[in-house]
């Protein structure tokens, strides 16, 4: 926790001191009665156009005022060029804007309505419907728009395939496979939508839907490798018709079987909403009944999604609350006084409740041997829980416990002692480093490169391999508890961060946009282990993020940094999220002084509202780059508040470094 030495703040900080309280009072607002905090996680319109056309495909009765909502806001985020992005601001993505129109015109959007006609005039221009990826054209199969030959092969009996083989379940990602198992029940059953509205899109279209076959090789897929997994794609749909009836059978209750048991009550298949639409529609393949318990929680999991407010609603990929919690805790620690410390100890105390101690989810497929005690991004979520927040939420509880001499009352008899849930989060955290050194986020050693070319794989997201920034937070983890690096893993890691930076002396961000999301965490973790601001690593980073601030004092960086050649920072304006990393990673390497610093601390200044909080349309976080990005609505506040205490605390304590890894 930041020192309390109470000094007379000097006179450039004192723009700094009023709105960093400004921003403690808007975030203590937000805190729930029982410590946590949750604020809205948007993703683009494919979620929000995806829930409109599950409940139609289900056949429910409508609901006109919620449908009423959700146009409002499919229309409100369409493009300027008539289709709809993948983040704000950006340009259009044919898929995004098949959904998204297909959608609209099941709520009764007519096709020659003016937006719906840019939209097809757009939709046109990028190809036409049938340059859609795999996940839409399933969607667009399932109501019988396109054939099924159109879709990827991907029978149910893969799930009997043995752990050996060259694709098992188990080789690729946590979202994939919660994902993929349910769809893999679809594939084989080909349900088609009763569609009671008759709405088709033949209009978008430039060749009729029958006349066309399956997605070419995606940019970033080997062509031999993709035309050999085609070739197996021919064959197992001419070896279909010879499946046993029995074998088939088994494949589905197996299939079942995975997804009931990981059904997660009402927090939904993996937590996430592809998966857990994908589990909704599974069983009424199935023909489950829909007063079924697992049936009917899959489905309630889904509203649970919904931000539906006056005028608008939207659906979310999922919710973050323990990402928001953790982050937000860290903030108010660094702010200090008593009132953010007592707000932080509330946060803490939620959060000790939420650690996974007894249940080995899918990671332990791989690490068989190692004792849980992770935490999960989402309320509930045991069977994938993650080493980024738990490397988080164990850093934030670990700060407190040094700071207040361990004193963190709680009137739940079962928690485990504080320092023994930070030993747990360590000990699992260490278990889960992968062989170069670094991590991935759900899974360890998820490398399998090759299947990325399955033609499913279009978008490229099949795996979760070991990345900078995941690994960067692990590493300040383990320099934090060690006092910089003294073991052997936190020296692995140390070494394989240093060897992903970029020759621009910047970092890559896998789950934040981009480079300033991914330097940001590595110079926290490097002035952690210890390297100090002369360091070349630190120098290099240093002058990287000075080089690409932009003249109002602020940062920024474009979704596209993302393209497939992943060619470095793309400018974009100044955000506050981004501005906030950027600052925080030039004060970790010992910067509060400069005069980067100060300008970036005067656009936060500048641009805060009177609610003391910020305005952010921008997506700066990213689920899978190049497909799928978010716009957590808190970066934009605990990040700027956070920033603020720290250069606060720095010029108030002339702090050279800075102890947590955080």
């Known amino acids: 926790m930041a020192p309390q030495t109470q000094l007379q703040p000097q006179p450039e900080a004192r723009g700094a001191e009023a709105a960093l309280e400004q921003a403690v009072n808007a975030i203590l607002a937000h805190q729930r009665d029982d410590g946590h905090w949750l604020y809205e996680l948007e993703a683009d319109s494919t979620i929000t156009a995806e829930y409109v056309l599950m409940v139609h ?31 704000a601001h950006g340009e ?28 097809r005039a757009r939709i046109l221009a990028l190809g036409g419907a049938e340059n859609c990826n795999v ?69 978008l279209f430039k060749q009729p839907p029958h006349t066309h076959g399956l ?10 490798l993709y035309t050999v997994f085609m070739g197996l794609d021919c064959m197992l749909r001419v070896g279909e018709m010879f499946v046993p009836r029995w074998l088939r059978g088994r494949a589905l209750a197996q299939a079942e079987r995975f ?36 049936a009917r929680l899959a489905r309630e999991s889904i509203e649970k999604l919904l931000v539906v407010g006056e005028e608008e609603a939207y659906c979310q990929p999922c919710v973050s609350p323990v990402w928001d919690t953790a982050l937000a805790c860290h903030a108010m620690l660094e702010a200090g006084g008593q009132r953010a410390t007592a707000a932080a100890a509330r946060g803490l105390n939620w959060l000790r409740r939420l650690q996974v ?9 791989r690490r068989p041997n190692l004792r849980p005690g992770g935490w999960a991004f989402q309320y509930e979520n045991a069977y994938y829980p993650d080493v980024d927040d738990t490397a988080v939420v164990a850093m934030a509880l670990d700060r407190y416990r040094r700071a207040e001499d361990d004193n963190l009352p709680s009137a739940d008899a079962s928690l485990l002692p504080l320092g023994e849930a930070v030993e747990r989060a360590r000990e699992w955290v260490v278990g889960m480093q992968c062989a170069n050194g670094g991590w991935g986020a759900f899974e360890a050693d998820n490398t399998y490169h090759y299947l990325n070319n399955i033609p499913f794989a279009d978008h490229g997201a099949l795996l979760d391999p070991p990345t900078a920034d995941v690994s960067a937070r692990c590493l300040s983890l383990l320099a934090q508890l060690e006092g910089g690096v003294t073991s052997a893993a936190a020296q692995q890691a140390l070494d394989y961060l240093l060897r992903e ?23 926290c973790a490097l002035t952690a282990a210890g390297l100090g601001n002369d360091h070349l690593a630190v120098r290099r980073a240093v002058e990287w993020l000075r080089s690409i601030q932009n003249a109002d004092g602020g940062w920024g960086e474009d979704g596209d940094s993302y393209r497939i050649d992943y060619n ?95």
Request: with cysteine; proline share 8%.
């Open 57 to 87: 495909y289900l056949g429910e009765a409508p609901n006109p005022q919620l449908e009423a909502r959700l146009g409002r806001y499919l229309r409100r985020v369409q493009g300027a060029d008539g289709g709809w992005p993948l983040f």
């Open 92 to 119: 259009a993505d044919v898929s995004a804007s098949v959904k998204a129109y297909f959608a609209l015109r099941m709520l009764g959007d007519p096709p020659d309505a003016e937006h719906m006609q840019r939209a």
């Open 135 to 203: 996940f839409t054209r399933t969607l667009l199969a399932l109501y019988g728009i396109l054939p099924w030959r159109c879709v990827p092969m991907m029978p149910v009996e893969l799930m009997l395939l043995p752990m050996w083989a060259p694709f098992h379940v188990t080789k690729v990602s946590y979202w994939s496979r919660t994902v993929m198992v349910p769809l893999l029940v679809l594939n084989s059953i080909r349900p088609q939508a009763i569609n009671p509205l008759g709405v088709r899109i033949p209009e």
């Open 215 to 224: 997605p070419p090789c995606a940019p970033h897929q080997n062509l031999l």
């Open 259 to 294: 997804v009931r048991e990981r059904v997660n009550g009402e927090h939904g298949l993996g937590a996430i909403f592809p998966a857990m639409v994908n589990a909704v529609l599974m069983f009424n393949a199935l023909g489950v009944p829909a007063s079924d318990p697992d």
């Open 357 to 365: 101690l007894d249940l080995r989810g899918d990671w332990a497929v």
């Open 501 to 523: 930076q970029e020759t621009n002396g910047s970092w890559f961000g896998r789950w934040g946009t981009n480079y300033i999301y991914g330097t940001w965490t590595a110079l």
């Open 568 to 662: 470095g920072h793309m400018p974009a304006p100044s955000t506050p999220s981004q501005t906030a990393w950027a600052l925080l990673a030039l004060m970790a390497a010992g910067d509060s002084g400069s005069d980067a610093v100060t300008r970036g601390i005067a656009y936060i200044v500048d641009t805060q509202q009177d609610d003391g909080g910020w305005i952010e349309e921008h997506f700066t976080a990213v689920g899978f780059p190049r497909v799928f990005y978010l716009r957590y609505h808190g970066y934009s506040q605990y990040f700027l508040m956070w920033a603020l205490a720290r250069y606060c605390n720095m010029r108030r304590d002339g702090a050279a470094a800075i102890q947590w890894g955080m």
